[in-house]
Protein backbone atom coordinates (compact mmCIF):
# COMPACT_ATOMS: atom_id res chain seq x y z
CA UNK A 1 0.00 0.00 0.00
CA UNK A 2 1.10 3.64 -1.15
CA UNK A 3 -0.03 7.03 -0.73
CA UNK A 4 0.63 9.53 -2.54
CA UNK A 5 0.29 13.26 -1.48
CA UNK A 6 -0.03 16.60 -3.61
CA UNK A 7 -0.24 19.86 -3.39
CA UNK A 8 1.86 21.68 -1.05
CA UNK A 9 3.37 24.96 -1.31
CA UNK A 10 3.66 28.63 -0.59
CA UNK A 11 0.76 30.15 0.22
CA UNK A 12 -0.12 33.60 1.49
CA UNK A 13 -1.83 34.31 4.86
CA UNK A 14 -5.76 34.35 3.97
CA UNK A 15 -5.00 32.54 1.20
CA UNK A 16 -6.01 28.85 0.78
CA UNK A 17 -4.55 25.39 -0.86
CA UNK A 18 -6.48 21.92 -1.80
CA UNK A 19 -4.10 18.95 -0.37
CA UNK A 20 -5.02 15.70 -2.00
CA UNK A 21 -3.65 11.74 -1.24
CA UNK A 22 -4.31 9.09 -3.07
CA UNK A 23 -4.07 5.57 -1.63
CA UNK A 24 -3.18 2.49 -4.02
CA UNK A 25 -2.35 -0.63 -3.13
CA UNK A 26 -4.32 -3.93 -1.88
CA UNK A 27 -6.49 -1.17 0.57
CA UNK A 28 -10.12 -2.05 2.05
CA UNK A 29 -12.27 1.50 0.99
CA UNK A 30 -13.68 1.30 5.32
CA UNK A 31 -10.29 2.61 6.45
CA UNK A 32 -10.25 6.24 7.61
CA UNK A 33 -8.01 8.30 5.90
CA UNK A 34 -6.70 12.14 7.09
CA UNK A 35 -4.18 14.42 7.54
CA UNK A 36 -1.75 14.80 10.60
CA UNK A 37 0.55 17.97 10.43
CA UNK A 38 4.13 18.44 12.35
CA UNK A 39 5.59 22.17 12.30
CA UNK A 40 8.99 22.68 13.79
CA UNK A 41 9.51 21.75 17.19
CA UNK A 42 6.23 21.00 17.88
CA UNK A 43 4.78 17.53 18.11
CA UNK A 44 2.83 15.83 15.59
CA UNK A 45 -0.87 16.88 15.17
CA UNK A 46 -4.07 15.04 13.73
CA UNK A 47 -5.75 18.11 11.39
CA UNK A 48 -8.37 16.14 9.93
CA UNK A 49 -9.78 12.76 9.08
CA UNK A 50 -12.93 10.69 7.21
CA UNK A 51 -14.55 7.28 7.26
CA UNK A 52 -15.98 5.66 4.56
CA UNK A 53 -19.02 6.91 5.24
CA UNK A 54 -18.26 10.39 5.30
CA UNK A 55 -17.99 11.09 8.91
CA UNK A 56 -15.62 13.74 9.54
CA UNK A 57 -13.24 15.33 12.63
CA UNK A 58 -11.19 18.24 11.98
CA UNK A 59 -8.35 19.72 14.91
CA UNK A 60 -9.49 22.61 16.94
CA UNK A 61 -7.31 25.38 14.71
CA UNK A 62 -9.05 24.36 12.04
CA UNK A 63 -12.32 23.54 11.96
CA UNK A 64 -14.38 26.01 10.20
CA UNK A 65 -11.47 26.81 7.86
CA UNK A 66 -10.74 22.96 6.68
CA UNK A 67 -13.04 20.43 4.89
CA UNK A 68 -11.81 17.22 3.87
CA UNK A 69 -13.89 14.96 1.50
CA UNK A 70 -12.96 11.52 -0.27
CA UNK A 71 -13.80 9.50 -3.03
CA UNK A 72 -13.18 5.54 -2.70
CA UNK A 73 -9.47 5.87 -1.92
CA UNK A 74 -9.01 9.34 -2.45
CA UNK A 75 -9.29 12.32 -0.06
CA UNK A 76 -8.76 16.15 -0.44
CA UNK A 77 -8.01 18.78 2.13
CA UNK A 78 -8.76 22.30 1.60
CA UNK A 79 -8.28 24.69 3.85
CA UNK A 80 -8.96 28.41 3.70
CA UNK A 81 -7.69 31.11 5.63
CA UNK A 82 -4.42 30.33 6.12
CA UNK A 83 -2.42 31.29 9.12
CA UNK A 84 1.24 31.35 9.28
CA UNK A 85 0.98 28.69 12.24
CA UNK A 86 -0.77 26.56 10.07
CA UNK A 87 2.77 26.07 8.40
CA UNK A 88 4.11 22.54 8.66
CA UNK A 89 4.70 19.24 6.77
CA UNK A 90 1.28 17.68 6.18
CA UNK A 91 1.19 13.78 6.34
CA UNK A 92 -1.28 11.55 4.78
CA UNK A 93 -2.37 8.47 6.45
CA UNK A 94 -4.46 5.56 6.19
CA UNK A 95 -5.52 3.36 8.90
CA UNK A 96 -5.36 -0.13 8.45
CA UNK A 97 -6.78 -1.46 11.95
CA UNK A 98 -4.59 -3.89 13.81
CA UNK A 99 -2.65 -4.10 10.29
CA UNK A 100 -1.04 -0.35 11.58
CA UNK A 101 -1.10 2.60 9.51
CA UNK A 102 0.19 3.41 6.18
CA UNK A 103 2.00 7.18 6.31
CA UNK A 104 2.50 9.36 2.57
CA UNK A 105 5.57 11.25 2.70
CA UNK A 106 5.24 14.64 4.15
CA UNK A 107 4.07 17.85 1.47
CA UNK A 108 5.33 21.22 2.68
CA UNK A 109 3.02 23.82 3.65
CA UNK A 110 4.46 27.50 4.33
CA UNK A 111 2.08 30.53 4.95
CA UNK A 112 3.69 33.30 5.09
CA UNK A 113 2.62 36.74 6.91
Known amino acids: VQLQASGGGLVQAGGSLRLSCAASGSIFTINPMGWYRQAPGKQRELVAV?????STNYATSVKGRATISRVDNKIDLQMSGLRPEDTAVYYC??????????WGLGTQVTVSS
Open 50 to 54: ITSDG
Open 93 to 102: YLDQGFRGTI
